[in-house]
């Protein structure tokens, strides 16, 4: 079944970063650790260069997950902060779901771990509630490549858009020519390789 290309529009996103909690973090099998901590600052930069609601939540973090990443906490210290006391699915907790309804937004970008847990029960919980949902896979992580799978193929069956760090910053950004140098440095900062483009096509500008 073929749907309609639903694009991300920056002035109707929030951002949900679900669960990515020290403990978790461990966890995460599906992609090298330091590729995912980069991919998970990454979202956080672009969320902040977008200036997307952003909403961070937790799972019984006094438990064996652990606390937030630190760096999170760091780059939204005015975010909402939901600690979950013990709900899996985060979409169970009032207080969450409270805050995404006050952001006013209906496109949900949402990233998390485990992605079969933490990021397809709310992913699929708001969906059902009319929201357009889309899902940062590298910017998510699980225990292997079976499990995400099977979490993307249920997210993606039932509505949600797959979408990585770079590609919903291209989306929500346009056009080149709203700002080269601003989002040229945020892609520069997470990718290697792009920070040489960047410096060649700096230096080539400069000689003009």
Not at 148 to 156: G, P, Y
Request: glycine letters at 6%.
């Amino acid at each position: 079944m073929s749907t309609l290309y639903k694009r991300l529009d920056k002035t109707q996103a929030a951002v949900l970063l679900v669960d990515h909690q020290t403990g978790l973090l461990s966890l995460v099998r599906d992609i090298d650790p330091d590729k995912f901590k980069n991919n998970v600052l990454a979202l956080a930069d672009l969320a902040k260069y977008f200036e997307l609601p952003t909403i961070l939540t937790t799972s019984f973090e006094d438990g064996p997950n652990g606390p937030l990443v630190p760096e999170l906490k760091e780059s939204f210290p005015d975010a909402p902060y939901i600690a979950r006391p013990g709900q899996i699915n985060a979409w169970d907790n009032d207080d969450f779901v409270k805050a995404i309804e006050a952001t006013g937004k209906k496109q949900l970008i949402i990233a998390g771990v485990v992605t079969e847990v933490c990021v397809a029960f709310p992913a699929l919980s708001a969906l059902e509630a009319g929201y357009e949902v889309f899902v940062v896979t590298d910017a998510s992580g699980t225990f292997n490549e079976i499990t995400r799978h099977s979490a993307w193929d249920r997210m993606s069956s039932a509505g949600a858009q797959l979408m990585t760090w770079f590609g919903l910053a291209c989306e929500l950004h346009r056009d080149w020519r709203n700002d080269v140098e601003g989002l040229g440095t945020l892609f520069s900062n997470h990718i290697p390789d792009y920070r040489n483009l960047i410096n060649s096509h700096t230096k080539l500008t400069s000689e003009k």
